[in-house]
C-alpha cells in the first residue's frame, strides 16, 4: 500500500537508501541504517553480505521493525495530504 502524499517533498530521511522511494515498512539492518523491507530483502537474497550505505559485512542478516520511523511517516503522510 502507498501512502499518497500531495504536493509534498518527500524528506531524505523517510526514503529508502536502496530505492529511494518513500519507506512503508521500514527495518534497521545490524549496521544501524533503516532500509524498506522489501528492498533490503531483495539485496538480501541476491546474496549481498554487507550494508547497501555503510559497505561493512553484516554480523546479522535479522531485519528489526522501525516502528518509530513508521509512526513519523505516517504523521508526515498525513499533514502532507491536509495541504
Known amino acids: 500500500m502507498r501512502l499518497p502524499v500531495k504536493n509534498a517533498e518527500i524528506p531524505p530521511y523517510f526514503r ?3 530505492s529511494f ?3 512503508e515498512d521500514p527495518v534497521i539492518l ?6 524498506e523491507r522489501s528492498s533490503i530483502q531483495k539485496w538480501l537474497l541476491d546474496g549481498n553480505r554487507a ?3 555503510t ?5 546479522s542478516c535479522e531485519l ?4 518509530t ?3 513519523l511517516i ?3 503522510s498525513s499533514s502532507s495530504n491536509e495541504e
Not at 545490524?30 to 532500509?35: A, E
Not at 559497505?55 to 554480523?59: I, M, N, P, S, T
Request: charge should be positive.
Open 30 to 35: 545490524s549496521s544501524g541504517i533503516t532500509y
Open 64 to 67: 528489526i521493525p522501525n516502528s
Open 51 to 53: 550494508c547497501p550505505v
Open 55 to 59: 559497505r561493512q559485512a553484516l554480523g
Open 16 to 18: 529508502c537508501p536502496i
Open 21 to 23: 522511494e518513500l519507506m
Open 69 to 71: 520511523l513508521k509512526q
Open 74 to 76: 505516517k504523521s508526515w
